[in-house]
């Protein structure tokens, strides 16, 4: 019998990320966020999380060039559809932008890392904090801000197609949490 490996597509197994879509915890969550007591810096991209509902290393990778303060909006490139998206930035979210300003700006990266400022924020330095706080990984997830923001906005009757341009989906790939 010959070498079967590779002559069937490997079964694609969709990643559910956990995510709170309970209001109620929603709000402890927003609380403990707020009470943070960590970096400073992953202290803002915890803020911007649920305000921007990008995925996580695409906010990690957030640059100062690609930001328009004044205009209240971030235009970049996503690589998973490799297409341009423009995220407009509700003023909480320039509030935090604004912030952090003065400690990142001068550098390329709004979240720079901790010990290289050369380079983003560590893809797990959210998900850490996220622990610390006491949020287990079967609760909530860095990509979870982005389920938390589909189920609670479509529950409160937004359009599924604003929701699905906001999170920079295309065409036929839909992404939507279960309350």
Partial sequence: MGDLRGALPPVRKDKHFAAITEPQKVGELM???DGYSGS????????LSPLLCVRPGELRK???KDVNIDAAEW?????KTDTMHIVPLARQAVGVLREIQPLTGRG?????????????MSDNAIRSALRRM????????PHGFRAMASTILDNMGYKQEWLERQLAHTEGLKFRGKL
Avoid: L
């Fill in 31 to 33: 609380r403990d966020i």
């Fill in 40 to 47: 400073y810096i992953v202290k803002s991209a915890f803020k």
């Fill in 62 to 64: 957030m640059e100062w």
């Fill in 75 to 79: 235009v970049y490139h996503v690589s």
């Fill in 108 to 120: 390329k990266y709004v979240f720079n890392g901790e010990r290289d400022h050369d380079r983003p």
């Fill in 134 to 141: 006491g949020w287990a990984n079967d609760e909530m997830t």
